[in-house]
């Protein structure tokens, strides 16, 4: 879900950085990165799209290719001091000549622009990643501190964030994961590894069923403003065996409405050692609109051969086979047989941990149905989700042509 060229989504509780930069490739790795701070981002190949995007918001930060061309990179100069933009500019060489960005640093600086050292192209993640944090730009969340669930639980600090999975062959949203998120009151987002270590038995049951009521009161909210797709929970094996599913689905799903459904994400270990009672709970939970999907399969837990005692909705490519799966062969055979096989069982095959455009073109290929990771969207909170659905329904809502204009002779 990153901006479309010389385009971007608004949102203003996020940092915005603009990427100015005629290679589109590099571009998109930018953003992609970027995203992945929790910065927004907006993308340009030329300075007139930049002119453009100054016009609706002033940027906290910008990356601006010195190689694309002396006459347009002045010109992308010339552009944001004419919008007395007074921030950072991150300079990026990819063969320009040093006197070339010399000039270009001290045209910035008369603007009063804060211009930094040129980085050299391609910019590396690690690069990238010093530049938001001197900048204090860094969004992501944190895991300083560890507290209990119990406490998180008890104090409702606990909130769902989404992200979104993508149809591969249509390009476009086909569902979403929630996960779980901790919001301390000095710690900020605290990610699961924060909260969830030593979490006893009745928490993670207490915690499953907050994430299964949470999911369905979601679904009535998004098929409101005209949204419908499952919703994917991550859930344990041994607590959702003890989660009272049937009276949770009939108090908090709306009778006599279309709903989609909903899927519950288990690890494929927990249902190899689980497998007799998870065969009776698809059973119970698919007559209730509930689908199981089995996450991280690849890794050999689950025996095939006993694939056809169970019913699932997706078979999720463990990331650690989906990354580099354009370049490695021994990563694209797994990533290809998974494919086969979930379709083989009637079953939808989900990429996890996309990064890369290479990667998700060759599992394009492959027949692979969905992608999930980086590379579209990294989670975001609920109210940011919704913000960025309805902006790009509405930048995808056709224009009216404007009038004519009719001249006098």
Known sequence: ?????????????????????????????????????????????????????????????????????????????????????????????????????????QLGQRSAMRML??????????????????????????????????????????????????????????GVETFARVRHPQHGIMLPGAFMENATEQSLIDLTERSIVHALKT?????????????????????????????????????????????????????????PACRDFMAEAKALGIRLAIDDFGRGFLPLARMNEISVAELK???????????DKKHAAVCKTIVDLAHNFEATAVAVGVEKPADAHTLFRMGCDFGQGYLFAQPMAQDRFITLLRQRAEMARPRPKAAAVVGSS
Not at 72 to 81: C, D, G, I, P, R
Not at 138 to 166: C, H, M, R, V
Not at 223 to 250: E, H, Q
Request: charged share 25%.
């Open 219 to 275: 679904g009535v909210s998004f098929s409101k403003i005209g949204i419908a797709f499952r919703l994917a929970v991550n859930v344990t094996v041994s607590a959702i065996l003890k989660v009272p599913l049937a009276k949770i689905v009939r108090e908090y799903r709306r009778e006599g409405e279309a709903w989609p459904g909903l899927i519950l994400d288990v690890t494929e270990d927990q249902i190899a050692s689980n497998l």
């Open 317 to 327: 490519l463990d990331r650690s086979f989906v990354t580099d799966c354009a370049s």
């Open 1 to 105: 879900m990153t901006a479309s060229d010389d385009r971007y989504y608004l949102d203003v509780r996020a940092p915005l950085c603009f990427v100015v930069d005629g290679e589109e490739s590099h571009r998109h790795f930018l953003s992609l990165a970027l995203q992945s701070y929790g910065i927004e981002t907006a993308l340009f190949s030329k300075p007139h799209g930049l002119r453009d995007g100054l016009s609706r918001r002033m940027p906290d930060l910008i990356f601006l290719d010195v190689s694309q061309g002396s006459t347009e990179t002045v010109e992308s100069v010339k552009a944001l001091a004419e919008r007395s933009y007074r921030g950072p500019v991150q300079l990026m060489n990819g063969g320009a000549e040093a006197a070339m960005v010399e000039q270009l640093g």
């Open 117 to 174: 050292p040129a980085l050299p192209k391609p910019v590396d993640r690690a690069a990238i990643r010093k530049v938001v944090r001197e900048n204090r730009l860094d969004g992501s969340p944190t895991t300083s501190g560890q507290i209990g669930l119990d406490e998180a639980l008890g104090k409702n600090w606990l909130e769902f964030w989404y992200q979104p999975k993508i149809d591969l062959r249509k390009k476009q949203l086909a």
